[in-house]
């Protein structure tokens, strides 16, 4: 039994005597969410717990991505990237894992399985994945008011807007809030609890639902709705009803989570001709929901095989789809400039969702200070890939459509 399942009952009595209509309001996307029977059991395969997928899509023959992974090996040459991780993966388990590069240019150890990434705005579809667990259980709902759920908190300077802005309007980055609201604290070192006391100050662009404008500190509230609603901490939720559950045995959460582990990797950014460790910003870890996640490899191979179907015990077909479903269109903007055959792009909750050349893709990618990450999902193919750089560079931008062009390459044979 699940941790948020353990906690269910003692939350249920906490909110009837506070706001039973909280309780008892089902809307349609409560009703969906309503969690599905499960009928087969399979076996684990390689890095695989035991899992349950009804008939699942084969995947490609991992071969067919050796000239990938070759152009791969040939750019980490010519940049000098310092470290890289690569895991391609199936609903049935990780079918290829490479490193390469070292975890610091200072002490020139190697990359291996085990060496911890910052993964940034990948965190987001942990979130995702934890609202839709709130949801499915009726803890809250997608359409309740965020001023409902955290009373007391003052959302933009739009007092109506802010009515109506909903757990739904925060995870698919439709607050209608100003773009990137006080990212720019963050850099300089903020930290969350410091910007909370500004939130009000944002200005609103459009009403809740209606534009969309991508967010670190207001995605950020996820945390607030689990800590007022549960009475738990984000980072220990996420530890128990994700990583642990899902045996991703090294991922963390924090600042502290990061620094503890002895086999985390540096952070790089390139100056004065040659790749350099840097410094980290910690105010990003502050914003569990948005940027707090660790992760080796092996870990996130985990993760995107339980967001193809691989552990439906732990993320069930249900709370995927409510993940996966487009929610805004997105613009195609900066790095999607280079995907050649994007043809168009949604947010989703916690996930980007794209047609590439006719084929339903789910993505989403990360850069924080020294760190890149990028991880892309084709359920129709039943395949995945995750690329995990600890260096701030431009390669990221390329690895997701090569991967793309290359699997579209091999269908169509």
Same mark, same amino acid.
């Given at each position: 039994?699940?941790?948020?399942?353990?906690?269910?009952?003692?939350?249920?009595?906490?909110?009837?005597?506070?706001?039973?209509?909280?309780?008892?309001?089902?809307?349609?996307?409560?009703?969906?969410?309503?969690?599905?029977?499960?009928?087969?059991?399979?076996?684990?395969?390689?890095?695989?717990?035991?899992?349950?997928?009804?008939?699942?899509? #084969?995947?490609?023959?991992?071969?067919?991505?050796? $000239?990938?992974?070759?152009?791969?090996? =040939?750019? &980490? !040459?010519? %940049?000098? /990237?310092?470290?890289?991780?690569?895991?391609?993966?199936?609903?049935?388990?990780?079918?290829?894992?490479?490193?390469?590069?070292?975890?610091?240019?200072?002490?020139?150890?190697?990359?291996?399985?085990?060496?911890?990434?910052?993964?940034?705005?990948?965190?987001?579809?942990?979130?995702?994945?934890?609202?839709?667990?709130?949801?499915?259980?009726?803890?809250?709902?997608?359409?309740?008011?965020?001023?409902?759920?955290?009373?007391?908190?003052?959302?933009?300077?739009?007092?109506?807007?802010?009515?109506?802005?909903?757990?739904?309007?925060?995870? #698919?980055?439709?607050?209608?809030?100003?773009?990137? $609201?006080?990212?720019?604290?963050?850099? =300089?070192? &903020? !930290?969350? %609890?410091? /910007?909370?006391?500004?939130?009000?100050?944002?200005?609103?662009?459009?009403?809740?639902?209606?534009?969309?404008?991508?967010?670190?500190?207001?995605?950020?509230?996820?945390?607030?709705?689990?800590?007022?609603?549960?009475?738990?901490?984000?980072?220990?939720?996420?530890?128990?009803?994700?990583?642990?559950?899902?045996?991703?045995?090294?991922?963390?959460?924090?600042?502290?989570?990061?620094?503890?582990?002895?086999?985390?990797?540096?952070?790089?950014?390139?100056?004065?001709?040659?790749?350099?460790?840097?410094?980290?910003?910690?105010?990003?870890?502050?914003?569990?929901?948005?940027?707090?996640?660790? $992760?080796?490899?092996?870990?996130?191979?985990?993760?995107?095989?339980?967001?193809?179907?691989?552990?439906?015990?732990?993320?069930?077909?249900?709370?995927?789809?409510?993940?996966?479903?487009?929610?805004?269109?997105?613009?195609?903007?900066?790095?999607?400039?280079?995907?050649?055959?994007?043809?168009?792009?949604?947010?989703?909750?916690?996930?980007?969702?794209?047609?590439?050349?006719?084929?339903?893709?789910?993505?989403?990618?990360?850069?924080?200070?020294?760190?890149?990450?990028?991880?892309?999902?084709?359920?129709?193919?039943?395949?995945?890939?995750?690329?995990?750089?600890?260096?701030?560079?431009?390669?990221?931008?390329?690895?997701?459509?090569?991967?793309?062009?290359?699997?579209?390459?091999?269908?169509?044979?």
């Amino acid at each position: 039994m699940t941790g948020i399942v353990k906690t269910l009952g003692i939350f249920c009595l906490k909110r009837t005597l506070t706001s039973l209509s909280v309780v008892i309001a089902i809307s349609p996307v409560t009703i969906l969410a309503q969690a599905p029977s499960t009928e087969s059991l399979q076996q684990a395969a390689f890095h695989q717990l035991p899992g349950q997928l009804p008939q699942p899509v #084969s995947a490609p023959d991992v071969q067919v991505f050796e $000239a990938y992974k070759s152009w791969i090996r =040939a750019k &980490v !040459a010519e %940049d000098q /990237i310092p470290g890289l991780a690569l895991a391609i993966v199936s609903s049935q388990g990780i079918l290829d894992v490479e490193t390469m590069g070292v975890r610091s240019v200072d002490d020139q150890q190697a990359v291996s399985e085990d060496t911890v990434f910052r993964i940034a705005s990948v965190s987001k579809t942990f979130a995702g994945t934890v609202a839709s667990q709130l949801v499915n259980h009726n803890i809250v709902t997608w359409d309740e008011p965020i001023s409902q759920v955290l009373p007391g908190y003052k959302l933009g300077t739009d007092a109506d807007g802010a009515d109506r802005m909903t757990l739904r309007h925060v995870l #698919s980055h439709t607050t209608g809030l100003m773009p990137h $609201a006080f990212s720019n604290l963050l850099d =300089a070192g &903020v !930290a969350y %609890d410091k /910007i909370q006391e500004k939130l009000h100050e944002i200005p609103a662009v459009c009403a809740p639902g209606r534009c969309y404008g991508y967010q670190n500190v207001v995605f950020s509230l996820v945390a607030d709705v689990v800590e007022y609603s549960l009475g738990t901490n984000y980072d220990d939720f996420v530890e128990e009803n994700i990583f642990s559950p899902l045996g991703m045995d090294d991922a963390s959460m924090g600042l502290d989570g990061y620094e503890n582990n002895p086999n985390a990797s540096q952070a790089h950014q390139f100056g004065r001709g040659r790749w350099q460790v840097t410094s980290l910003n910690p105010a990003y870890y502050t914003t569990g929901p948005a940027s707090g996640v660790n $992760a080796t490899i092996l870990d996130m191979g985990r993760w995107a095989q339980a967001q193809l179907g691989g552990f439906p015990e732990v993320l069930s077909e249900t709370l995927l789809e409510m993940q996966h479903t487009p929610i805004v269109e997105t613009p195609h903007g900066n790095y999607f400039n280079r995907w050649p055959r994007l043809d168009k792009a949604w947010y989703g909750l916690g996930w980007r969702i794209m047609d590439y050349s006719g084929m339903r893709v789910i993505h989403h990618g990360g850069g924080v200070r020294g760190y890149r990450s990028e991880m892309v999902l084709v359920p129709e193919h039943n395949i995945g890939l995750v690329v995990l750089f600890n260096a701030s560079t431009p390669l990221a931008n390329d690895v997701v459509p090569m991967f793309l062009d290359q699997l579209l390459t091999a269908v169509a044979r």
